[in-house]
C-alpha cells in the first residue's frame, strides 16, 4: 500500500454522486478493494427492529466465483456484541484478522464459508457519522496478512467520508419526503393556496389557485397578487394586514377569474418563517363562498317575496274583516228593527184589539210573535258565531273548571225546579281566550243542561282525560243523546238534530263552539247513543 | 212641580211608536220631544235651528240615544252635548239595536249612562222602559 490517499478525493466525488444508501456503499466498497487489493467487501445495518445486524445486498466481488459466499453471506444475522460486525457495532473500532481460516467460528461464525471460499486476510470498519454506526464494512482477501496501519488509515477516512455522505444523503431524503408530503397536502387542499412575498409577489400556487383564477401556475408565479382581485387595494391592504398582524380571518375578498367571472371568497392567512425565525412571507388561503352567497341572495329574494305574498294577504284578510265587521254591524242594527216593529205591533194589536179577535185571530198574532222572536235569537247567535272569528285572540292561563262551575251556577238559577247532579273537575288550567273559552262552555255545559231536561234524575260532568297522550276534556251528559249517523252535520250552522218543538235551539251553537277550538288550534268531536246521553270530547 | 222633558232621538217612526206606546204604557207622562236625527237633538239641546229660542239651560230628564242616525250620528252627539256646559251631566240612556262591543265600549267611553238593547220581544221592551222610567224619572236625584 503505497500513496492512495490521492484517491480520496475520487472516491469521495464518485460516492457523493450516488443516487442512494446502497449505491453509495457499492461505490465505497468497489472503489476501496480495488484500490487497496480486497478480493470481497460488504455491509452490514442493522434491522427493521433494530435486534440484529444483517448485510445489505450491496457489495463487491473481485471474481464471479464469490456469489456464493455473497449468499450465504446474506443468510447471517448478528445480534450486537456477537460476530465480527456485531463486535464492531458496539466498539466503534475495526478490527484486523490476518488469517480467518485458523480462527474459531465463535469469533467468526462465517469461518467455515471463509476457509471454503479461501480467504484468509479480513477488515472490518465501522462507517461513523455523528457519533453513531451507520454500517459495519467487511473486507476480505485470499491472502493472510498482517495489520497494517497505512491501510487501515486509508480505509478508515473513506469510511468517515462515506458517512458524511450517507448521512447528508438520507437527511436530504428525509427533507425529499417532508416536502413531497407537504407538496402532497397543499395540492390536495381543495381551497386555493397562494404564498405572497413581502413584496406582494406570488411565490407559489397549488392547482385549486389555477382553477380559481384561471391562470396557470407559471404565469402567476411572480405576478402581483393583488391583480387577481376586482379591488386590487382591499387585497393588498389583506397581505400587509397578515405582515403586521402575523395574521387575517375570514378576510373577504372577490377573485377576477380570467373568464370575467367573479367569484366571493374569505381569506385565512398567516405569516411563515424560515428557521431562525424570519417572516419568509404570507400563506394565504381562500375559501370559495359564492356558493353560500348565491344560497344567502335566494333566501333574501324569497324572504322578501314572502314577505311581499304576506303583506298582500294581511291587507286582503283585513279588508275582508273590515267588510265582514261592517255587514255585521249592519246585522246588528238593521236586521232587528223590522222585527221589533212586528212584534211590538202585533203585540199593540192583541191589546187594544184583543176584543174583536177570536182565538185564532190571537193565535195568529201569537205565531207572529214568536217567529219574530225566534228570528231575533237567530240573527244574536249568527252574530255571536261571526264574533268568535272577527275577535282578537288574547290568551292568558284560563281555569276552566271555575268557568264550568260558574256556568252552571247560572244555568241552575234559569230553572231552579231541575234536580240536576254537576259533577266538575277541579283544578283544569289551559292557555286560551277566556271570553272565547266561556263562549265554548256556555254552549257545550248549556246543550247538556238542555238536553237532560226530560230526565228526572240529570247528569252532567265536565272532566279531564288524556287520549292518545292528547290532553282532552269533555262534556258529558245522561240526556236523550243523538244518532251518531248525523255526526258529521253536529258541527255545521243552523243544522239541528232535533225538532225545535222538543228541543228549542237555532243550531249555531255546536259551529260556535268547533270554531273556537279551532281558533285554539284544537279539535273536538262527540259521541252518543239515542237516549244513553252524549259525551263532546276536546283538546286545545 | 213642572215634569222635565224626555228627549227621545230616534229616526225609525215605528220604533218612535213603540217608544211612546211603552212610555204611555207604563204611566209616564212626562213631555216626550222626538228627534228624527242628531242634528234635530242638537238643536233642540243648544236651541238653535228649528229650536232657536228655546230655553238651553232646561235640559230633559234624560235622553234616550238611538245610535245609528242620519247626518250627525248618535256617538257624535253624546260626544258634543258632553263637550258643552250646558249639557254635560245630562242624564243620557243609549237605546240601541246592536250590542257590538264597539259600540258599547264607545258609548260608555264618550260618556253614556246607562246602555240598554231594545229587545225584540215588545213586553221586555216595555219592561225595560218602565225601569228606565223609575230610575232616571223617580229616583234619580239630578244634578242641581
Redo the contacts between chains.
Keep these: 500500500m503505497k500513496d492512495e490517499a490521492y484517491l480520496l478525493p475520487k472516491i469521495t466525488l464518485e460516492i457523493s454522486e450516488a443516487k442512494d444508501f446502497q449505491s453509495a456503499i457499492e461505490v465505497a466498497l468497489k472503489n476501496i478493494c480495488e484500490i487497496t487489493g480486497w478480493n470481497y467487501g460488504d455491509a452490514w445495518i442493522r434491522s427493521k427492529d433494530g435486534a440484529v445486524l444483517e448485510s445489505i445486498p450491496a457489495g463487491y466481488r473481485s471474481s464471479g466465483s464469490l456469489v456464493k459466499f455473497k449468499e450465504l453471506s446474506e443468510k447471517f444475522t448478528f445480534p450486537l456484541g456477537t460476530g465480527m460486525p456485531g463486535r464492531i457495532w458496539l466498539s466503534k473500532k475495526y478490527e484486523w484478522v490476518p488469517d480467518v481460516s485458523i480462527v474459531s467460528e465463535i469469533d467468526f461464525p462465517r469461518a467455515q464459508f471463509a476457509r471454503d471460499a479461501g480467504f484468509r486476510a479480513c477488515l472490518g470498519i465501522p462507517i461513523i457519522a455523528g457519533g453513531e454506526v451507520l454500517a459495519v464494512l467487511v473486507f476480505l482477501m485470499f491472502e493472510s496478512r498482517e495489520e497494517e496501519m497505512q491501510l487501515v488509515d486509508f480505509i478508515s477516512v473513506a469510511a468517515a467520508q462515506l458517512g458524511s455522505v450517507i448521512r447528508r444523503k438520507q437527511a436530504e431524503e428525509q427533507r425529499h419526503v417532508a416536502s413531497l408530503y407537504a407538496r402532497n397536502l397543499i395540492e390536495a387542499s381543495l381551497d386555493p393556496l397562494v404564498t405572497i412575498s413581502s413584496e406582494g409577489k406570488i411565490m407559489d400556487v397549488n392547482k385549486a389557485t389555477e382553477i380559481i383564477t384561471g391562470v396557470s401556475r407559471l404565469r402567476l408565479i411572480g405576478t402581483d397578487f393583488s391583480d387577481y382581485f376586482t379591488e386590487p387595494q382591499n387585497a393588498r391592504r389583506g397581505y400587509q394586514q397578515v405582515f403586521s398582524d402575523g395574521y387575517v380571518r375570514d378576510y373577504p375578498l372577490r377573485i377576477r377569474n380570467i373568464s370575467g367571472n367573479i367569484i366571493d371568497v374569505l381569506y385565512n392567512a398567516t405569516v411563515y418563517r424560515d428557521e431562525n425565525g424570519q417572516i419568509m412571507g404570507v400563506f394565504a388561503a381562500a375559501r370559495d363562498i359564492s356558493k353560500i352567497k348565491q344560497a344567502e341572495e335566494e333566501i333574501k329574494k324569497l324572504n322578501a317575496q314572502l314577505e311581499q305574498r304576506v303583506t298582500e294577504r294581511t291587507t286582503q284578510l283585513e279588508a275582508a274583516n273590515k267588510e265582514l265587521e261592517a255587514f255585521?254591524?249592519s246585522v246588528?242594527?238593521?236586521l232587528?228593527?223590522?222585527?221589533?216593529?212586528i212584534?211590538?205591533?202585533?203585540?199593540?194589536l192583541l191589546e187594544d184589539y184583543g176584543g174583536v179577535l177570536d182565538i185564532q185571530g190571537k193565535d195568529y198574532l201569537a205565531r207572529v210573535?214568536s217567529a219574530?222572536?225566534r228570528?231575533?235569537q237567530l240573527i244574536d247567535d249568527m252574530?255571536v258565531l261571526s264574533?268568535v272569528t272577527r275577535r282578537e285572540m288574547k290568551r292568558s292561563a284560563v281555569n276552566l273548571s271555575a268557568l264550568a262551575n260558574m256556568i252552571a251556577a247560572e244555568l241552575m238559577k234559569t230553572q231552579p225546579q231541575r234536580l240536576v247532579e254537576f259533577n266538575i273537575a277541579p283544578g283544569l288550567v289551559v292557555n286560551g281566550d277566556t271570553e272565547l273559552l266561556r263562549a265554548m262552555l256556555e254552549n257545550l255545559l248549556g246543550n247538556a243542561w238542555k238536553f237532560t231536561s226530560t230526565k228526572q234524575s240529570a247528569k252532567i260532568e265536565f272532566g279531564f282525560m288524556e287520549i292518545e297522550g292528547i290532553p282532552s276534556y269533555f262534556v258529558r251528559d245522561n240526556g236523550v243523546g243523538f244518532d251518531m249517523a248525523y255526526t258529521s252535520k253536529l258541527f255545521q250552522a243552523f243544522q239541528r238534530l232535533h225538532l225545535q218543538t222538543e228541543f228549542p235551539g237555532t243550531g249555531i251553537g255546536l259551529a260556535t263552539v268547533k270554531r273556537i277550538i279551532n281558533r285554539h288550534g284544537g279539535s273536538i268531536w262527540a259521541e252518543s247513543e239515542v237516549g244513553k246521553g252524549a259525551t263532546f270530547y276536546f283538546n286545545l | 212641580m213642572i215634569k222635565r222633558n224626555i228627549l227621545l232621538v230616534e229616526d225609525n217612526p215605528d220604533d218612535v211608536a213603540l217608544t211612546l206606546r211603552a212610555l204611555d204604557k207604563n204611566n209616564i207622562a212626562n213631555e216626550v220631544i222626538v228627534a228624527k236625527d242628531g242634528v234635530e237633538a242638537l238643536d233642540y239641546l243648544f236651541g238653535e235651528g228649528a229650536y232657536a229660542g228655546r230655553d238651553a239651560t232646561s235640559i230633559p230628564a234624560v235622553i234616550l240615544l238611538d245610535l245609528k242616525l242620519p247626518r250627525i250620528d248618535g256617538l257624535e252627539v253624546l260626544e258634543r252635548l258632553r263637550k258643552d256646559e250646558r249639557t254635560k251631566f245630562a242624564p243620557v240612556v243609549v237605546l240601541t239595536s246592536s250590542k257590538e262591543e264597539q259600540d258599547l265600549v264607545m258609548s260608555y267611553k264618550l260618556g253614556a249612562n246607562s246602555y240598554i238593547r231594545k229587545p225584540v220581544d215588545f213586553i221586555r221592551f216595555s219592561e225595560a222602559v218602565r225601569q228606565l222610567g223609575l230610575y232616571w224619572l223617580v229616583l234619580n236625584e239630578p244634578v242641581p
Design positions: 255585521s254591524y246588528s242594527h238593521d232587528r228593527a223590522p222585527l221589533r216593529s212584534d211590538g205591533f202585533s203585540q199593540a210573535r219574530s222572536q228570528m231575533a252574530l264574533r
